[in-house]
């Protein structure tokens, strides 16, 4: 309980935000994004209605613990702040929602909120995240995060561009491997973006994230 | 004189609230518009005035943090209508060259 707190508190401390999470993206624009571990996946379809505002909808499944658990929270996404500079951008998100979680027999509501950060230039890029799910008789589900990555090539518009990023995953909840430390490669091409990451303890996570 | 220097503030003002008329190109330094996946909604937003007639073409510069617009002939696009699409992406106009 100490040793989690601990963690908990070091990764916020440490928390310095950018780099596309991007719950909001642009007016009128769609945005699904699946996030996959082989214990977890989390799938967000969004519509930026406003061009701080987002509506959508988040499923994630837990298999984490013995018996499988899904959660679907419809959730509004916030860009509390965002600041445009010439060479870069930096973001704060908020988000929360209510939907429901099940496990076998039992279904209960659920409310999920979380925050992200990032700044990015076009060569160096920082994230944090922090997300919590709690349902009644439900262990409540955590997600930590931190990312610190580069671009080895600068591409341009309409260019395939590549990254290489460094990910710490805190997971306090999680019965083994709560701490997944590794590396990303992160490649996008227009809308579509994709990554491919492994902890040093073999933890393989793909996302993918397409805006329209 | 004193009527030659009221005519040149009368154009200075006229050029200054001119929207972008038709066949000239316009180049829009954009703030915040570090990355390729960041300037779709740029793209996308450009793209429907392309199709609807009003832009010629479109380039997206991410070196230079630009927006280069050809306008149509007879086509006219203002100052206001370049600024709605790029705050629409959440980004910023720094400034709008004509």
């Known amino acids: ?212 | 004189m004193k009527n030659r220097i009221v005519q040149i503030v009368m154009v200075c003002a006229f050029l200054a609230v001119t929207p972008v008329w038709a066949g000239q190109s316009v180049t829009v330094h954009v703030k915040g518009m570090v990355c390729d996946f960041c300037a779709r909604g740029l793209t996308k937003s450009f793209n429907a005035f392309k199709d609807s007639a009003v832009l010629e073409d479109f380039k997206v510069d991410l070196s230079k943090h630009t927006v280069s617009l050809t306008v149509k002939d007879g086509a006219m696009m203002s100052d206001a209508d370049i600024t709605q699409v790029v705050e629409g992406s959440s980004l910023a106009v720094d400034k709008i060259e004509r």
């Open chain 1, 1 to 212: 309980m100490i040793r989690n707190t601990a963690v908990s508190t070091l990764l916020l401390l440490l928390w310095v935000a950018p780099l596309q999470a991007h719950p909001v993206s642009f007016k009128g624009g769609y945005s699904l994004m699946a996030f996959n571990q082989a214990d977890m996946l989390d799938w967000q379809l969004l519509y930026t209605f406003h061009p701080k505002l987002s509506l959508g909808v988040d499923f994630i499944r837990d298999t984490m613990e013995p018996q499988e658990r899904n959660f679907l929270i419809p959730r509004v996404s916030w860009l509390v702040r965002r600041w445009n500079e010439t060479d870069s951008q930096a973001n704060i998100y908020v988000y929360g929602g209510v939907g429901v979680a099940h496990k076998g027999d039992l279904t209960a509501p659920a409310v999920e909120g979380g925050v992200e950060m990032d700044y990015e230039t076009r060569s160096l890029y920082f994230s944090g995240k922090a997300q919590i799910i709690a349902a009644r008789n439900f262990n409540t589900l955590a997600v930590y995060q931190l990312r610190a990555g580069f671009a080895p090539y600068v591409g341009e518009a309409n260019e395939l561009h590549s990254w290489i990023i460094a990910q710490a995953q805190y997971l306090p909840y999680a019965p083994e491997n709560s701490l997944r430390v590794g590396p990303v490669l992160r490649m996008f091409y227009k809308n579509v973006l994709w990554e491919l990451g492994v902890s040093t303890k073999g933890n393989w996570n793909f996302n993918f994230m397409v805006h329209w």
